[in-house]
């Protein structure tokens, strides 16, 4: 039994991906729960945002690190999180994804000889220059506890002989959807924004390989100015904010740029939108679970189960192909909505946070 467990989490993802596996573990009377918060992310709509939004409970310990290069940021995290975990002394430590934050806790369990879970376990893009694709890699071969989140990433794990235990119940994201999605109807962002079912793509872009090479970003503008028929809904995530006041012809007339929205806001903004253009893992699941089409900027997809079924579409932001893919798209837009009615949902099952809630606790998790 593990009593004791520690839940890493630093990102907005992390927060939105593991809202029902935290409140169920802090709920738990026979698990002793830490919820450790690295810092990575920390401006308001980052991050307290989602704490208030999903009811989650306060973090013990706030390692507050910022943001910086790489190695500064996974380094501060491992030798804060290494004297806390020393301190606590826990059962398990649980990551969830592929972030630096996830990384660093990853690697502060495995040589404190702690067992590791890793949530959202197997996922491959087969790019090793994207920092995700590094740290997933890493953090897969020290985990005690894996859980992959559909079939391809419980087969990905068994192609790399991966050393631990593998549990496939399905993604833990998929019933924090449901559950918001209800919920999302009653907001009002479509209404404050004046916009109109249909009539908006919705983008989101922060990936380094996109948002920090200004040739990529310049295009991409470009292209969306060519649909003025719609208006192009761009929350911004603080990267890309810094980045884009370095690309000249951002003044696109149909471009309104916002401030991060909540969880429940971005549902709706998606569910009434005509197109997502996203380089977000979850923003890609989210469309493909509210059946609107998605065009995905990169040339792999974690999720290549929705490219397969032929309702998300790669862009590669090398290839600057992106207005012609859009073109695609709409041009075929019935037969894509169609498509989603027969398709079935590999990330579907039954209580799969419950599921993990209890795996956690029950499994031995040594090697
Ligand atoms: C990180 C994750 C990525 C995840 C994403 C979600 C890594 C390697 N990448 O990328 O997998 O999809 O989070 O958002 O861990 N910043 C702020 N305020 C914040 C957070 C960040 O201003 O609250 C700015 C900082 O200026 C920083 C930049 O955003 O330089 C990038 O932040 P960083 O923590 O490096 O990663 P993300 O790009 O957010």
Known sequence: MNNKIVYVVGTRPELIRSALLITYLKKDPEVEFKLV???QHYDYLMDKVFFNEFNLPEPDINLKVGSN????????????????????????????????SSLAGALVAAKL?????????????WEMDMPEEINRRLIDHCSNLLYP?????????????????????????????????????NNNVVKELSIIKKGYFLLTTHRANNVDDLVKLQNLINDLGCFNDYKVIFPIHP???????????????????????????????????????????????????????????????????????????????EKFQLKDVIYDVLNNYKSIIKRFSIIKNPYKQVETNKRIVESLKKTNAQF
Not at 71 to 99: C, H, R, W
Not at 157 to 177: A, C, H, Q, R, T
Not at 276 to 305: F, M
């Open 37 to 39: 918060h690295t810092g």
């Open 113 to 125: 000889k702690i067992p590791l879970a890793h949530i959202e376990a197997g996922c491959r893009e």
């Open 149 to 185: 989140v559909s079939k391809d990433g419980k087969i990905n794990l068994l192609k790399e002989n991966i050393k631990g235990k593998i549990f496939n119940y399905g993604d833990p994201l998929y019933e924090v959807f449901l559950q918001n999605y209800e919920l999302s109807k």
């Open 239 to 317: 990267r890309t904010r810094e980045k884009i006041k370095s690309v000249p012809s951002i003044n696109l007339k149909n471009l309104v740029i916002i401030d991060p929205v909540n969880y429940k806001d971005i549902l709706q903004l998606i569910s009434n939108s005509k197109l997502v253009i996203t380089d977000s893992g979850g923003l890609q699941k989210e469309a493909y679970w509210l059946k609107i089409p998605c065009i995905t900027l990169r040339s792999h997809t974690a999720w290549n189960e929705t490219v397969k079924q032929k309702v998300n579409f790669l862009s590669s932001p």
């Open 69 to 100: 290069s790489h190695a500064v940021q996974t380094a501060s995290i491992m030798v804060s999180l290494e004297k806390y975990l020393l301190s606590v002394n826990p059962d398990l430590v649980v990551v969830f994804g592929d972030t630096n």
